[in-house]
């Protein structure tokens, strides 16, 4: 069975810093594109930033400068470094991803079940 797992999540104080992990398993052969998207409450899912299987990076405007998406392939892992954290970067964060799996399956927009970030003081 595909899951996206995230971990790293966490209470932090304003100025602070995270690392998200989001790791692929199930007989995934690699992640093609991952992105990372976030959910506060009472508002709607937004992209975060997103990570190309070339390595190209795009963020939100909000994050530019403050959040680095990167990934691992061997270990099938997307990574979210969050710096300078807000109050507003509070939210659920959830991990998307298109796989290649074993046996040449490719399946796109694989969902994670986040992981709770609070930045508070």
């Known amino acids: 069975q595909v899951q996206l797992v995230e971990s790293g999540g966490g209470l932090v104080q304003p100025g602070g810093s995270l690392r998200l992990s989001c790791a692929a398993s199930?007989?995934?052969?690699?992640?093609?594109?991952g992105r990372w998207y976030r959910q506060a409450p009472g508002k709607q899912r937004e992209l975060v930033a997103g990570?190309?299987?070339?390595?190209?990076?795009n963020y939100a405007d909000s994050v530019k400068g403050r959040f680095t998406i990167s990934r691992d392939n061997a270990k099938i892992t997307v990574y979210l470094q969050m710096n300078s954290l807000k109050p507003e970067d509070t939210a659920i964060y959830y991990c998307?991803?298109?796989?290649?799996?074993?046996?040449?399956?490719?399946?796109?927009?694989?969902w994670g079940k986040g992981t709770l970030v609070t930045v508070s003081s």
């Open positions: 998307n991803a298109d796989l290649f799996r074993y046996g040449g399956i490719y399946g796109r927009d694989y």
């Open positions: 990570i190309s299987s070339g390595g190209s990076t």
């Open positions: 199930g007989s995934i052969f690699s992640i093609n594109a």
